[in-house]
């Protein structure tokens, strides 16, 4: 299977902004599930956002109103907005693409936000 590949990540201050990308290949891309998960030292994987091949998004409590997910199936793109960002928001961030019981995942990359 192509790979995701994400990009976008790096360092900021607490209150600034990341704009994260996930690049997906595929002719079915417009059907995937896209969403972002994270991951910070000694935790769990979470889901952070999603976006259905309808358009319908769901965010993890702890980022709404912050984060805005969207995608572009004209160029098999996903984005991840990031605000606000607070040191809480630290992670590898991963991109996910869900089709027909599959995930997909790309490399990750890292964020980093100082206080």
């Known amino acids: 299977q192509a790979p995701l590949v994400e990009s976008g990540g790096g360092s900021v201050q607490a209150g600034g902004s990341l704009r994260l990308s996930c690049t997906a290949s595929?002719?079915?891309?417009?059907?995937?599930?896209m969403g972002w998960y994270r991951q910070a030292p000694g935790k769990q994987r979470e889901l952070v956002a999603t976006v259905t091949s309808s358009g319908s998004t769901y965010y993890a409590d702890s980022v709404k109103g912050r984060f805005a997910i969207s995608r572009d199936s004209a160029k098999n793109m996903v984005y991840l907005e990031m605000d606000s960002l607070e040191p809480e928001d630290a992670a590898v961030y991963y991109c996910n693409a869900e089709f027909a019981g599959v995930s997909r995942w790309g490399q990750g990359t890292q964020v980093t936000v100082s206080s």
């Open positions: 595929g002719s079915i891309f417009r059907l995937y599930t």
